[in-house]
């Protein structure tokens, strides 16, 4: 008792003060998903595929693996993990490779590689459409295709985009349009089991206390993600 009641604002006045403002950016804050779908299975070929859509974007991901890794691609402990990620028009340019290497290393921080030695794992995204928040997409679409395809995992993960806006509003998942009337874009990938940042991206400036601000907004939207996870899979199984 005595540490929270340490942490308290000193006076009444101070502490209205400081409800006020979360209400204030609690109600200013676009602080809703846009709507999301899932399928999963649609590909013949792959391990693992699933098509994930959140308002006017959709990805869909392929997992390959684990399959006999060739040439220097072996590695002695655990699985090498590839991304490869496709523009919708287009070949891949710098965005793309830089995507790339955040999708990997989420993917290789949940992924229980040691189990799979020697082996290779490859997992493609192709851009279906970009109404935003893409790179929360893939992470997402990722996610869903490595669960499709059975792999062993230390948990789930999902993709949360927060949108800065001039006015200091915060906006989750941000269409084009507020991408491009932010001030800064974070995108972090949410772990399922005790909610840690497992990657964090960032374009744009802010302050370290807006920082925290969007992963404490991510980590909440986070549960509504998992659910949905969770609704999905259970769709999947049902199916006669």
Not at 149 to 165: E, Q
Request: aromatic share 4%; hydrophobic share 40%; proline share 5%.
């Amino acid at each position: 008792m005595g540490e929270r009641a340490a942490a308290l604002p000193d006076s009444r006045g101070q502490w209205e003060a400081a409800v006020l403002r979360e209400a204030k950016m609690a109600a200013s804050s676009g602080c809703c998903l846009r709507p999301f779908s899932c399928e999963l299975g649609l590909l013949s070929r792959p391990d693992g595929s699933a098509a994930f859509m959140q308002g006017d974007t959709s990805v869909l991901a392929a997992l390959y693996g684990p399959a006999e890794a060739k040439g220097n691609r072996e590695l002695p402990e655990r699985a090498a993990l590839e991304v490869v990620l496709r523009p919708k028009v287009g070949l891949p340019g710098v965005g793309e490779r830089s995507r790339e290497q955040l999708l990997r290393r989420t993917c290789e921080a949940v992924v229980l590689g040691g189990l799979h030695p020697r082996c290779s794992l490859s997992l493609g995204l192709q851009v279906l459409s970009d109404g935003g928040s893409l790179l929360s997409c893939c992470l997402n679409a990722a996610c869903m295709g490595l669960l499709d395809a059975g792999l062993p995992l230390a948990s789930l993960f999902c993709g949360v985009a927060c949108a800065l806006l001039p006015d200091g509003s915060l906006v989750l998942d941000p269409s084009t349009r507020q991408e491009q009337e932010a001030r800064a874009v974070l995108t972090f990938a949410i772990d399922s089991t005790e909610r840690k940042v497992l990657m964090a991206s960032t374009k744009g400036t802010c302050s370290m206390e807006e920082m925290q601000q969007c992963i404490a907004a991510a980590q909440s939207a986070a549960d509504t993600i998992f659910q949905f996870y969770r609704d999905s899979i259970r769709r999947r199984y049902s199916k006669s």
